[in-house]
């Protein structure tokens, strides 16, 4: 962010402007996202009303390839409201969000002073009236905001590329005790963060300005303000090494998966748009964009010997692919996961590796008990009550090794928890069809 008078600034205001749409996370609080229903009963236009002061945020839409949000208002200084219906006499603008045929409400039109305007339009001339009543946009030296966001706002961030639009001005600027207190909440995403303060150049020293802006972060255990914070870019660059599968148990994925799709009676393996891991879109159906990163890898189809596409067979086995020890078993939106911890496996963080495998139907007496490697732990089976085919979806994540294996819920594999870090086994899957 910052003054707009170099060329790096002049590059990116040359990509298109970033669509505006509401978060997932913000359609099922105004329960508006329902899964298999199409667009019947949903409506046609969501409003979010925005004061003047805000007018900052439209100047600084980020220019890309991504989407953003603006956050509904659930907590003060947190957010702006969204309504049904539009607002009868708006104070400021108001953002005109259609459904579109994804079921996705995206940012058409900006209602200011009873006139309707287009939103890149509308975000040059948000440019130019915050440059005329506040001046250039500029971050304040040395000056944060500091938050500690549950994993439904930290799964909000990561899906806009680690911007926020925040109001900084109910946010506070030091590490409260209630901010330390956060990531240790059920619903925590252990994530410290912080955004830098920014004003126009004409207003007073104490005066900040709502704007996009991306978040940085930092990685230690008790964060302070002179701790060691790092950008959204560098976070993501280290996640993505850390999400490597550990080299000791490659060849036992490979051996593992080529016994698998001989037991479904495949040659090789499918893997459409929406089975890989982090992709944001489902793989079956009207193909909806997902709530959440896909956290794994779904095995769901395939090539048989004739050639032709054949589905994963209902009551193939799922075999443990090393030796381990059951933790627990869970429910999920198909059927059950099964939890298996490799206490061998540990990385240089103290994490012990773990395999999830899930939508199956385990095996009777698992829970608690040592599993050796090929020992059946369940069969891929469809549930009725799921809209998803059957199919088997598999999960790896370096879990923190004093976790109590109760702590270890659904919820919390996933890219929005940062105490587990979840394994790409996609880096594995072009060199291990079988053929």
């Known amino acids: 962010m910052g003054s707009h008078n170099n060329s790096k600034d002049k590059d990116i205001q040359a990509l298109p402007l970033s669509i505006l749409r509401i978060s997932a996370a913000d359609m099922a609080a105004l329960r508006v996202r329902v899964q298999g229903a199409g667009k019947a009963g949903l409506p046609e236009f969501l409003y979010q009303s925005l004061p003047i002061g805000a007018m900052s945020l439209m100047a600084t839409v980020p220019h890309s390839n991504f989407p953003v949000s603006i956050p509904y208002q659930r907590q003060p200084g947190h957010g702006y409201l969204i309504r049904k219906s539009r607002?009868?006499?708006?104070?400021?603008?108001?953002?005109?969000?259609?459904?579109?045929?994804?079921?996705?409400?995206?940012?058409?039109?900006?209602?200011?002073?009873?006139?309707?305007?287009?939103?890149?339009?509308?975000?040059?001339?948000?440019?130019?009236?915050?440059?005329?009543?506040?001046?250039?946009?500029?971050?304040?030296?040395?000056?944060?905001?500091?938050?500690?966001?549950?994993?439904?706002?930290?799964?909000?961030?990561?899906?806009?590329?680690?911007?926020?639009?925040?109001d900084p001005s109910g946010?506070?600027?030091?590490?409260?005790?209630?901010?330390?207190?956060?990531?240790?909440?059920?619903?925590?995403?252990?994530?410290?963060?912080?955004?830098?303060?920014?004003?126009?150049?004409?207003?007073?020293?104490?005066?900040?300005?709502?704007?996009?802006?991306?978040?940085?972060?930092?990685?230690?255990?008790?964060?302070?303000?002179?701790?060691?914070?790092?950008?959204?870019?560098?976070?993501?660059?280290?996640?993505?090494?850390?999400?490597?599968?550990?080299?000791?148990?490659?060849p036992e994925f490979r051996e593992w998966l080529k016994e698998f799709t001989k037991e479904c009676c495949l040659?090789?393996?499918?893997?459409?748009?929406?089975?890989?891991?982090?992709?944001?879109?489902?793989?079956?159906?009207?193909?909806?964009?997902?709530?959440?990163?896909?956290?794994?890898?779904?095995?769901?189809?395939?090539?048989?010997?004739?050639?032709?596409?054949?589905?994963?067979?209902?009551?193939?086995?799922?075999?443990?692919?090393?030796?381990?020890?059951?933790?627990?078993?869970l429910d999920d939106y198909m059927n059950k996961t099964v939890v298996v911890r490799h206490p061998s496996i540990l990385n240089s963080r103290g994490q012990v590796f773990c395999i999830l495998y899930s939508h199956i139907r385990p095996e009777a007496g698992l829970p608690g008990t040592f599993v050796a490697k090929g020992q059946p732990l369940g069969s891929v089976i469809k549930s009725k009550a799921a809209g998803a085919p059957a199919h088997l979806h598999l999960t790896g994540a370096w879990i923190p090794q004093p976790m109590d294996c109760r702590e270890i819920t659904l919820d919390k594999i996933s890219a929005a928890y940062a105490p587990i870090t979840l394994v790409d086994f996609g880096t594995l899957l072009d060199n291990s069809r079988v053929t």
């Open 87 to 166: 607002p009868a006499d708006p104070d400021g603008l108001v953002i005109i969000y259609r459904l579109q045929p994804n079921r996705r409400y995206e940012a058409i039109e900006i209602l200011f002073q009873g006139t309707k305007t287009g939103v890149e339009e509308f975000c040059r001339y948000a440019a130019r009236w915050v440059e005329k009543h506040a001046g250039r946009i500029c971050p304040i030296p040395g000056q944060y905001a500091y938050f500690a966001p549950t994993r439904e706002h930290w799964g909000a961030i990561l899906r806009d590329c680690g911007y926020v639009a925040l």
């Open 171 to 250: 946010m506070p600027t030091e590490i409260t005790p209630e901010i330390r207190k956060m990531p240790q909440d059920q619903l925590a995403s252990g994530i410290m963060a912080r955004i830098a303060l920014h004003r126009g150049d004409k207003q007073p020293s104490g005066k900040v300005l709502p704007v996009f802006v991306q978040v940085e972060l930092s990685l230690e255990q008790n964060s302070e303000p002179k701790s060691q914070w790092i950008s959204f870019l560098d976070y993501q660059e280290i996640r993505n090494l850390q999400m490597q599968p550990p080299a000791s148990f490659v």
């Open 267 to 329: 040659q090789s393996w499918i893997f459409p748009p929406g089975t890989g891991f982090g992709e944001h879109i489902e793989w079956w159906g009207e193909k909806n964009r997902r709530r959440t990163e896909h956290e794994g890898v779904d095995f769901a189809q395939g090539y048989g010997s004739d050639g032709s596409v054949h589905a994963i067979p209902q009551g193939t086995p799922v075999r443990a692919i090393a030796d381990g020890e059951i933790v627990t078993i």
